[in-house]
T-cell receptor, first 117, second 112 residues
Framework: KAGVTQTPRYLIKTRGQQVTLSCSPI?????VSWYQQTPGQGLQFLFE???????NKGNFPGRFSGRQFSNSRSEMNVSTLELGDSALYLC????????????????FGAGSRLTVL | EDQVTQSPEALRLQEGESSSLNCSYT??????LFWYRQDPGKGPEFLFT???AGEEKEKERLKATLTKKESFLHITAPKPEDSATYLC?????????????FGEGTQLTVNP
């Protein structure tokens, strides 16, 4: 069974540019979440998509955006990159989304390592 | 606001030397507490979900326990391959969906 696939794995950008990261969830998983991981802040929630709709959003500026397609694949975009955006961006998928009252196990991908120069 | 604090930040053990990692949490309406393991350059790997105080789960040399305020990850007779960062996270509230709030993690090193 294929896991969560993220592309690209590594990328280098310069300040002011924009970047798009891609995530393919586990087959049958309809919820996709994105997290940013940095040494200083740890893992922080960016947003969650379910059935092509953003269901939850973390405390990040509007430069961070995302979308989900009908096949549950998701992309996130960061515009006008800043040095502080350098991080490991992790995608996670789960079977259930908003509205499920139980605990929802997330399966993470390997991440996309973004370096902003 | 949900808060998760892990201690210690780093832990060095000799192979076979058992120990425990701590995760303290403050949430409203806990739905689940999760333990993940993360190796360098990889995404977090799911270990356990705990749902209510008093619950315990085991997997090989790992045992996770939960109280109303904290969780412990006990590592019995660790091996070098147990070296990794262990992350604790909570899912809480009725409208938070899959949102996880993570602690900073404990970096475990097991020396042979």
């Amino acid at each position: 069974k294929a896991g969560v696939t993220q592309t690209p794995r590594y990328l280098i950008k310069t300040r002011g540019q924009q970047v798009t990261l891609s995530c393919s969830p586990i087959s049958g998983h309809r919820s996709v979440s994105w997290y940013q991981q940095t040494p200083g802040q740890g893992l922080q929630f960016l947003f969650e998509y379910f059935s092509e709709t953003q269901r939850n959003k973390g405390n990040f500026p509007g430069r961070f955006s995302g979308r989900q397609f009908s096949n549950s694949r998701s992309e996130m975009n960061v515009s006008t990159l800043e040095l502080g955006d350098s991080a490991l961006y992790l995608c996670a998928s789960s079977r259930r989304g908003t509205g499920y009252s139980g605990a929802n196990v997330l399966t993470f991908g390997a991440g996309s390592r973004l370096t902003v120069l | 606001e949900d808060q998760v604090t892990q201690s210690p930040e780093a832990l060095r053990l000799q192979e076979g030397e058992s120990s425990s990692l701590n995760c303290s949490y403050t949430v409203s309406g806990l739905r689940g507490l999760f333990w993940y393991r993360q190796d360098p350059g990889k995404g977090p790997e799911f270990l356990f979900t705990l749902y209510s105080a008093g619950e315990e789960k085991e997997k090989e040399r790992l045992k996770a326990t939960l109280t109303k305020k904290e969780s412990f990850l006990h590592i019995t007779a660790p091996k070098p391959e147990d070296s990794a960062t262990y992350l604790c996270a909570v899912q809480a509230g009725e409208t938070s969906g899959s949102r996880l709030t993570f602690g900073e993690g404990t970096q475990l090193t097991v020396n042979p």
